[in-house]
């Protein structure tokens, strides 16, 4: 068999998945950051004014409140309290019309968790699309979804409809949730053994771009503004208009069509396109065996998949990977960044190009990671940066400490520098996950199950990172207030016991085909299961291997 080549198609098909999907998917991650503060005063002068105020009042009474805290602050230490009730006095400004702070609280947690919310919907129907129209036309067929979401997402403003923005955030999570089951597969599916986890890396580093790219796009000089923020979510068509034109002329999943599809023609076609050469008896052979096995077995439902004692330890796998990506407290260092950036002493204006920083950080390192999938592997790549990711938590629990005034007043004098040191430690944490628990639990989820179940276990496994992702976002506001700086040592816990559990029970799945990975763990073995097990009589069922 020649060796296998990276080809001009397999580079497109890549590029054209990733950013009508992944990248889409994170860019929406990131969108909401950077305007929260414009849209929500958004939200109070819609229903201000839907209540029968005066925006303009509310206008001209800020900034008198403004000129007067600015002319306290050069004779004070206080800002003048009675005379910013005056303001609104004067103004004539109808107060008990604005929203409290609860109520904008609440309006913006709904926008932002409807994403996730109805994600982990479209993450359970992942499975039904995938094997229903295919990876490739799954792909085209839920950019239709998107279209809708830029739509509604572009118009709030103009219509003065706070609840526009959400249901635009509601169909963008059903898309995210569809195509960060689909893309990944895809990228599975499609690529050379050799290659695999590099390709599969795509996915990720295309997330982190989306978030990168939409932090820099919410900047005040570019859509940032009053005016412009709506076409921050419009922009969601852009990707997915490229996604719409450019995937019919991408190759459908040589896997999917003789496994799923029982077309062998139409499979060797795809894969002689795909890998530029007329030599793929050897990958076709496998995908034989392969589909031999899967004989008269239907496409697996989640009772299926859950009931199965022979997928019992790769699913557990598939979950508690995904559930550790999600409660490694990476959404809560970002979260948490601006508060560090402050004790830091960096100025209020330059905190968004910051945060911009790290998401470069984060991109730089996940496009490290794309050679080193191939070179290191997926354990240890799992097991070294979770590593490092559990000792900076530990670092920036003790620093956040030693920042307290009131337990350390003898270090007063050096909060500053214990700042830069945790802002230090937040971007080692990053590039821990940057490198292992970012990309590759999609890749190994994708690479541990045959092809029968692939797309049900792809779709309850990111159904549970949605779901960790949930919990996550409706409990930290608590543990943080409960917890504060000790907030950390409970994800250093939860990476702790993950890499026990991986060190045990993940095998490392570079360079094998789906069969050697699920023969090396189908009987709860990630190491040494492959010396007991013929894992090369590939054509033997799984029934009768002993």
């Not at 925006?55 to 910013?84: G, R």
């Not at 076609?269 to 795909?274: A, D, G, M, P, Q």
Request: charged share 15%; aromatic share 10%; proline share 5%.
């Amino acid at each position: 068999m020649e060796e296998q080549r990276t080809t001009g198609i397999l580079l497109f098909s890549v590029f054209v998945a990733v950013i009508g999907n992944s990248f889409l998917y994170g860019y929406n991650i990131g969108v909401v950051n950077t305007p929260a503060l414009i849209i929500q005063t958004f939200y109070n002068k819609t229903y201000y004014e839907r209540a029968g105020g005066n925006w303009t009042d509310v206008q001209q009474a800020e900034a008198c409140n403004e000129n007067n805290s600015n002319s306290s602050n050069t004779t004070t230490t206080a800002p003048n309290l009675s005379n910013v009730s005056n303001c609104y006095e004067k103004f004539g400004v109808q107060t008990e019309l604005l929203l409290n702070k609860w109520q904008l609280e609440i309006l913006w947690s709904v926008t932002v968790a409807l994403f996730v919310f109805f994600g982990m919907i479209g993450a359970f129907s992942s499975a039904k699309v995938a094997d229903f129209f295919g990876r490739k036309k799954g792909m085209i067929v839920i950019t239709f979804i998107m279209f809708v979401a830029a739509v509604l997402g572009g118009i709030p403003l103009a219509a003065k409809s706070p609840e526009l923005l959400m249901l635009s955030r509601v169909f963008v999570g059903i898309h995210s949730g569809l195509n960060i089951s689909l893309c990944p597969m895809y990228l599975a599916e499609i690529s050379p053994r050799k290659i695999r986890g590099a390709i599969g890396t795509c996915h990720q580093l295309a997330i982190t771009i989306g978030i990168l790219f939409s932090q820099i796009l919410g900047l005040k000089e570019l859509l940032g503004t009053e005016s412009l923020w709506p076409l921050l979510f419009a922009f969601n068509a852009l990707p997915s208009l490229l996604c719409l034109v450019a995937m019919p002329f991408c190759p459908e999943s040589p896997r999917y069509l003789l496994i799923k599809k029982n077309l062998e023609e139409e499979a060797r076609k795809e894969l002689i396109r795909i890998r530029g050469t007329h030599d793929v008896d050897e990958e076709m052979e496998e995908m034989r065996a392969e589909s031999k096995k899967s004989a008269g077995v239907t496409n697996y439902t989640i009772k299926q998949l859950v009931t199965s004692p022979n997928l019992r330890l790769p699913l557990i796998i598939a979950c508690l990977i995904q559930v550790t990506q999600q409660w490694s407290g990476i959404n809560a260092v970002m979260s948490y960044s601006t508060f560090i950036f402050q004790q830091a002493q960096v100025a209020k204006h330059a905190i968004p190009y910051v945060v911009v920083g790290t998401g470069v950080i984060n991109v730089v390192a996940t496009v490290i990671a794309v050679p080193l999938m191939e070179k290191a592997g997926r354990r240890p790549l799992l097991i070294w940066p979770m590593g490092v990711m559990t000792g900076s938590f530990i670092l920036l629990t003790i620093f956040l400490n030693l920042m307290d005034p009131e337990k350390h007043p003898d270090l007063v004098s050096s909060q500053q520098s214990f700042a830069y040191v945790c802002i230090i430690v937040a971007h080692t944490y990053i590039i821990g996950f940057a490198l292992g628990l970012g990309p590759i639990p999609f890749i190994v989820v994708s690479e541990i199950f045959r092809q029968e179940p692939r797309a049900a276990a792809m779709s309850l496994s990111l159904a549970f990172n949605w779901i960790c992702n949930f919990i996550l976002m409706l409990i930290f506001p608590f543990m943080k207030d409960g917890l504060q700086e000790y907030t950390y040592i409970v994800f250093s816990i939860i990476l702790a016991a993950a890499i026990v559990f991986i060190f045990f029970f993940v095998p490392e799945t570079k360079n094998k085909t789906f069969d050697e990975i699920a023969n090396s763990i189908a009987f709860g073995r990630a190491r040494g299961a492959e010396k007991k097990y013929a894992v090369d009589q590939e054509s033997i069922p799984m029934t009768e291997k002993s």
